[in-house]
């Protein structure tokens, strides 16, 4: 049984630091597929925001490049997101999830119907 469990969420200032932590448990995590992270705010739709593919190709929605930083340590079967440069536009539910398929990584895209396992969620809140 395979289960996402995001940490890392949290409160900070304008310009502040955050680190998500996507960890999974169950066999075929982040070495097999596409991972990503994605966030909702209520009321609107959840948006792609990093994915990292299976052989390292990355990839992030336009108002996060250059602050975010996708990446993945196989070993412990943990995705990460490194947010820096935070702005308030960024508060949101940050949600990891895990490719439907293994597929290589021209399929690994910021394109939520894709994703088929995810996790919980973890709050972000930048004032």
């Known amino acids: 049984h395979v289960q996402l469990v995001e940490s890392g969420g949290g409160s900070v200032q304008a310009g502040g630091s955050l680190r998500l932590s996507c960890q999974g448990t169950g066999i075929s995590l982040s070495s097999a597929f596409c991972m990503g992270w994605f966030r909702q705010v209520p009321g609107e739709k959840r948006e792609g925001v990093a994915v990292i593919g299976r052989f390292g190709v990355t990839r992030y929605t336009e108002s996060v490049k250059g602050r975010f930083t996708i990446s993945k340590d196989i070993n412990k079967a943990t995705v990460y997101l490194q947010m820096n440069s935070l702005k308030p536009d960024d508060t949101a539910m940050y949600y990891c999830?895990?490719?439907?398929?293994?597929?290589?990584?021209?399929?690994?895209?910021?394109?939520?119907?894709?994703?088929?396992?995810w996790g919980q969620g973890t709050q972000v809140t930048v004032s």
């Open positions: 999830a895990r490719h439907r398929y293994a597929y290589g990584d021209d399929y690994c895209h910021l394109t939520k119907t894709d994703f088929g396992l």
